[in-house]
C-alpha cells in the first residue's frame, strides 16, 4: 500500500512539471506541458512567439535585419510601450518600476521589474511583470512575462528561460 502511494505521488508530481520541448520562430524551449505556444509574423523582420499557462503569460519578440534596435532602445521602448497599456488598465498608484535583472540565453542581463494591481472578481489582484532584452547571433530579443503574484511563486517563466537556446535556423 505504501509503495503504491509513494508511485502515485510521484506520478502526480511528474505529470504536474512535464515540460515539453518546443522549436519556434529560431528559438528552442521547454514549456509546461498544458501551456499554449503560439506564433506571430509581425514584418518580415520582426516575429513574436507567446506562451500562455493559466494567468501567466510569456512573450518573446525577435527583431532581425540591418534595422533591429540596440538593447538600450528595446528595453526602452518595450518598457514605454507596457508602461502606457498598463497605466490604462492598472489601479491608479499601483505602478512600480525598479530595476532587476534577468537571465537570457546564459547570460543575466539587466532589465526592468513591474509591480501592479488590477481589478479582479470584485476585489483587487497584485500582479507581477518582468522585461529584459538580450542581443545575440544577429538578433534581438526582447523577454516579457507576467503573471499574478503568488506566496508560492510558482512561476513557470524562470524555468522556461532556463532551457532557452537558439536553433541553427529559423524556420
Not at 510521484?10 to 505529470?15: I, R
Not at 535585419?65 to 508602461?83: I, N, T
Not at 534577468?102 to 476585489?123: E, F, N, S, T
Request: charged fraction near 25%.
Amino acid at each position: 500500500m505504501r509503495s503504491l502511494l509513494l508511485s502515485l505521488f510521484l506520478f502526480v508530481s511528474s505529470s504536474v512539471h512535464a515540460m515539453e520541448e518546443h522549436h519556434v520562430s529560431g528559438l528552442r524551449f521547454a514549456a509546461p506541458s498544458g501551456a499554449e505556444v503560439t506564433r506571430h509574423t509581425l514584418s518580415e523582420s520582426v516575429d513574436s512567439v507567446a506562451v500562455t499557462l493559466n494567468e501567466q503569460g510569456l512573450v518573446f519578440v525577435q527583431y532581425s535585419g540591418s534595422k533591429m534596435p540596440s538593447e538600450k532602445r528595446a528595453l526602452k521602448l518595450h518598457l514605454e510601450e507596457l508602461e502606457v497599456r498598463l497605466l490604462k488598465t492598472c489601479l491608479e498608484g499601483s505602478l512600480e518600476v525598479k530595476k532587476d535583472t534577468m537571465d537570457i540565453l546564459g547570460r543575466a542581463k539587466v532589465g526592468r521589474r513591474l509591480k501592479y494591481g488590477k481589478h479582479y472578481a470584485g476585489g483587487e489582484r497584485n500582479y507581477i511583470a518582468k522585461l529584459g532584452v538580450r542581443r545575440v547571433r544577429g538578433m534581438t530579443l526582447v523577454v516579457l512575462w507576467t503573471a499574478p503574484v503568488s506566496e508560492d511563486e510558482n512561476y513557470f517563466a524562470p524555468q522556461l528561460l532556463k532551457t532557452l537556446g537558439l536553433t541553427e535556423g529559423k524556420p
